[in-house]
């Protein structure tokens, strides 16, 4: 072999090699979550959903190790923004899966925008995140925040046949949100929300609102997250009311159902998940989730959870090449996943999962609280049957949207 | 009338837990004159032993008696150890109990998982029952007795003790108690613990209804600092008429001016500091 | 000579994060100076006038809000909302001085508390104006005279720009008459009324100072951040500014500034290998009242002369 042909030879196969080489480069995945403060036991959660999906696969996702970098936000905006910027400009990560609330979520969004960062959302459930301010790296693993209560309000009002609902809830976003998309349907179904409390998230004590509520009210719809949910139902309970209550995914969540006691009884609630979904596949998550850190997943584990799966079906149909930024995200925003612990699940064209609602009712069973299934809404978008260019020229549901025609003095 | 009725019983209620989160911040610092920012993290602290102690299996009273007694003993050797060489230096006293407080709450986070926990309210007190025609839950009827009782206690603790005596010569003149051959040392490590420990038990107290949970520490500091503010420091009158009057000032004002919920204490509170600066009801506010 | 030294030293350190090949710690280094203006303007009226504030994020949080609401919803140009943000929240620190020094100790801090504690509920609940807690979004970095300021470097250097100038002036405040008279008004209030001075006037002007201060600072912060939610009014928020001020040496200049550096290194460099970063400041804390108790630069300071005895002991 001449020299040039050496030298040749050399130059045609440097690529491959590098390629080969690349291949077996790891993923480097950013994941954002909170590991201390107020929000820290989501925080938790999403690691462990994280970490299961991961260990399954045994850290390795088609076919190329995968490395975690976890990076704690402390559930401060500009913390969040700091961690964002570390972990991309820093750590180089292929992807971002966090953060944990809405309001980091936002603090991130235009600096994504920016770095062409692919994120996946396992927690974050802002409407207007793939509504009204979509970003072309975004995808979540959750619903929107009024996604499954706009089924669960005609539900209310067709199935349950309630007629006359009072709502409380936190008096943030999250709260606004679920509990506008409830009123919605509630009222277009005919019925009547006549009476709305917000609380303070650092509410003291339930009890002057336990009080306020109207006494001639079919059921409370009771909106809350993380450690209120908790607290409310306790207090409800204390004092007695003997009133129906209905809650968002939050209210009754597997992540402090744990905790609970009699007081979530028969709470009625709307989630794009349950850990009591009696199908193979998700009987199968909840035993592996279950042997690995003995309780029951929840919103954020299975929401993180969920972000894995994307991943790895995205990284599936790119074979790996997570480096090809527009043809990875262009793969992510058009999943279609034909079957999953949370049923079929399909990325909408403003990066929002089309998925099954279940509506959920607490049950005791085998000792434990669960949210049993009472029924299914298949293939709900985050527009539910409203036409989204009309549900976008409207404005983002919040405390006064929709307008609270129907309460009584 | 029945809004009236549950609206004073809920005025009452969150009361009572106020002066049992805040007679020993007031204690300590009429005495002291150290604003201790480590006891909502006291009073979270004693919720969490509380837990523990009822999750080992004992009666929720000896978990009562557990967070006090942990808390108390915690609080000792805090005095002991770093806010004893501290008198005087303000700057050094918020530092090193801001720390403390950053440090309970963190490990609070490793040890007990940051799960939100409730704690069960006693069986004998489970329920609601009837007041003046309104259902009002019994546990926390029960808090507003307890509050009195150790209102009552701490007064004849006060006025009827040698320990007492001692403690009102520290508070109206210190100097003067010096001279007077009371050993001061000892009795600022005494006020501590009995402040520390009146948090713990507060915090467990506080458990079956605030539950516990990260941020409770955070949550509970402003509403000590305005009671102490209100009632005056030092004053055990004045922390209890003062923690009477903001529950009753939170219960109605959430009630009535829902909008104004996010600042309906402090709105008022500006109002009156404006107005008193000295505080409403104490007279030897600083 | 001698004096300019120390100022060459410092200008090289001040521009070295500059030339750091990772955009990540020219960040950090923004925001560290970005801290220690914000921790200057609280030490104006905690160290030197000694009048403890629990709530200065309000000035900081206002500015930051006033500058995005003012450009991204008003349709304002960038440097005349940068210019309203200051101007006004100074204004608002004119009133809130006059609200606050009807007190002195527990119930300055009080009042302080309570003010911020006001507002950040204002802007969770005035949602249409502030955007609840989901914050005000959306706020992009201009190009004055052709700088990119999104380029981190060049955002670095207008930061150590304006630290620059906030420093200097702030060392000429405390060094003037004024300045004596403040820490005379800390010190001995009653001995400088007999003396002539309007004590309640001093207290004033330092906490309108330190509102200008912090208003500047809050402005870097909305370009920087480019994003502001509730959380900047937060209780923590003003928290954190007066540990720093402690931490490393209230009533000195260069105590702030290494009160931030040790604040934000802790929060944002050490937390990636630290998970329980938190217990850590509070150890931090807590070892530094131990065996500085007077805070870091003075501590240090301490520590130097008794050597320095030393070795002329030994000599």
Known sequence: ?409 | MRFWVIQSLNGLALGGLLFLLSSGFSLIFGLMRVANLSHGAYFMLGAYVGLSVLNAGYGFWTAVAAGAVAIGILGGVIERVLLRRLAGRTFSQVLVTLGIAFIIADSSLLLWSGDPMPLPVPRSLTGAVPVLGVFFPKYRLAVVGISIVTAAALWALLERTRLGAMIRAGVDDMEMARALGIPVPRLFTAVFCLGAALAGMGGVLGGPILSVYPGLDMDMLPLALIVLILGGPGSLAGAFAGSFFIGFLYTFGQALFPQLAYVILFLPMVAALVLRPKGLFGARAA | MIRALPVALSSLLLLAPALSPSDFYVNVATQILIAAIFALSLNLLVGYGGLISLGHAAYLGVSAYLTIWLVTRAGVGHLPAAAAAVVLTTAMSVLFGVLALRATGLGFLMITLALGQILWGLAYRWVSVTGGDNGLSGFDRPRPFGIDLASPRAFYLTTAAVFACAFVLMAVLVRSTFGAGLQGVRDQPRRMQALGWHVWMVRLVAFVAAGFWGAVAGVLYAYYNQFVSPHVLALTSSAEALLMVIAGGAGTLLGPVVGAVVVVMLKNVVSAYVTRWVLLLGLVFVAIVAFMPEGLVPGFDRLRRRRRRRTAGDA
């Open chain 1, 1 to 409: 072999m001449s020299r040039r042909t050496l030298v040749l030879a050399l130059l045609f196969a440097a690529p491959y090699a590098a390629l080969a080489a690349g291949a077996k480069e790891p993923i480097r995945v950013g994941f954002l979550t909170v590991s201390s403060g107020a929000l820290a036991a989501g925080g938790r959660q999403m690691g462990e959903g994280l970490n299961l999906y991961l260990k399954e696969h045994g850290d390795k996702l088609a076919g190329r190790p995968i490395e975690v970098i976890t990076l704690d936000t402390a559930g401060q905006p500009a913390t969040t923004r700091t961690r964002t910027q570390e972990a991309v400009e820093r750590y180089k990560v292929h992807v971002i899966i966090g953060p944990l609330a809405a309001f980091e979520a936002l603090a991130i969004n235009d600096y994504v925008k920016q770095a062409k960062v692919p994120v996946i959302s396992p927690s974050a459930a802002a409407e207007d995140l793939t509504q009204r301010s979509p970003n072309p790296w975004f995808v979540r693993a959750v619903g929107s925040s009024a996604q499954p209560n706009q089924p669960f309000g005609e539900y209310a009002a067709k199935t349950l046949g309630y007629k006359r609902i009072a709502t409380i809830g936190d008096d943030f976003a999250f709260g606004h949100e679920t509990t506008a998309g409830f009123q919605r349907t509630f009222e277009d179904a005919g019925g009547k929300i006549v009476q709305k409390q917000w609380a303070p998230l650092n509410v003291a004590d339930y009890g002057s609102y336990v009080a306020g509520i109207k006494p001639d009210v079919d059921a409370v719809y009771a909106s809350f997250a993380g450690a209120n949910g908790l607290r409310f139902l306790r207090q409800y309970a204390e004092y007695g009311l003997k009133v129906p209550v209905l809650g968002n995914m939050t209210t009754v969540d597997e992540g402090i159902l744990k905790n609970m006691g009699d007081e979530a009884l028969g709470v009625v609630s709307c989630g794009w998940y349950s850990a009591a979904i009696d199908t193979p596949a998700n009987r199968k998550f909840v035993e592996a989730f279950r042997a690995a850190y003995g309780a029951d997943p929840g919103y954020y584990s299975a929401g993180a959870y969920t972000a894995a799966l994307f991943l790895d079906l995205a990284l599936q149909k790119v074979h790996g090449k997570v480096e090809d930024k527009d043809a990875f995200m262009k793969a992510l925003r058009s999943l279609n996943v034909a079957d999953s612990f949370r049923g079929p699940m399909r990325i909408d064209d403003h990066g929002n999962p089309v998925l099954i609602v279940y509506i959920r009712k607490v049950e005791r069973k085998d000792g434990r609280l669960q949210n049993t299934v009472l029924q299914t809404y298949p293939a709900v978008t985050q527009f539910w049957k409203y036409e989204p260019k009309a549900f976008l020229a409207q404005p983002v549901y919040s405390r006064d949207y929709p307008k609270a025609s129907n309460v009584e003095p």
